[in-house]
């Protein structure tokens, strides 16, 4: 038994030395390097991370385009050029779609002007209470793709 076990060892050394040659096959350097020690920020409490630029550069999008929250996180819009808004009012467009339960939000009121826009440098900001996904929409520009989305993690 310990014999031929033995020899199959061998063997299968063996054939690994013959097949692999003496070349050592490139790659030593890509070994060594596990993530430095950066395991996630979770950062304290309230973030200033979770901002959305709104149509940077005068590009008709949310940037980002999605974005993830937890809940209890509030959510900064920049207006960073004019004729914009945010809503997240599920009967004003159709692309709004918000969590069963969730409240709607937006730069106007509920029932508001849909097309009612704010300056650049404005800021918005809405504090999510309700996980899921929330898919919102500059008014003026939904059907030019401009559409953002905010997934709030539990
Ligand atoms: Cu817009």
Redesign the pocket.
């Known amino acids: 038994m310990l014999k031929s076990t033995g020899a199959a060892v061998a063997a299968t050394m063996l054939a690994g030395c013959s097949s692999g040659g003496d070349g050592d096959d490139g790659g030593d350097s890509e070994s060594e390097e596990t993530t430095a020690g950066d395991d996630g920020g979770d950062d304290s409490g309230s973030s200033g991370e979770n901002t959305v630029a709104?149509?940077p550069d005068g590009d008709?999008n949310f940037k980002p385009e999605e974005l993830t929250v937890s809940v209890g996180d509030t959510v900064t819009w920049d207006f960073q050029a004019p004729?914009?808004?945010v809503s997240a009012w599920p009967d004003m467009q159709d692309k709004i779609s918000i969590p069963d339960g969730a409240e709607g939000f937006g730069t106007m009121e509920k029932g508001g002007e849909a097309f009612a826009?704010v300056d650049e440098g404005t800021t918005f900001e809405h504090t999510f209470e309700t996980a899921g996904e929330y898919t919102y929409v500059?008014?003026?520009?939904a059907a030019?793709g401009?559409v953002g989305t905010i997934v709030v993690e539990e």
């Open positions: 709104v149509s008709l004729s914009h808004n826009t500059c008014t003026p520009h030019s401009m």
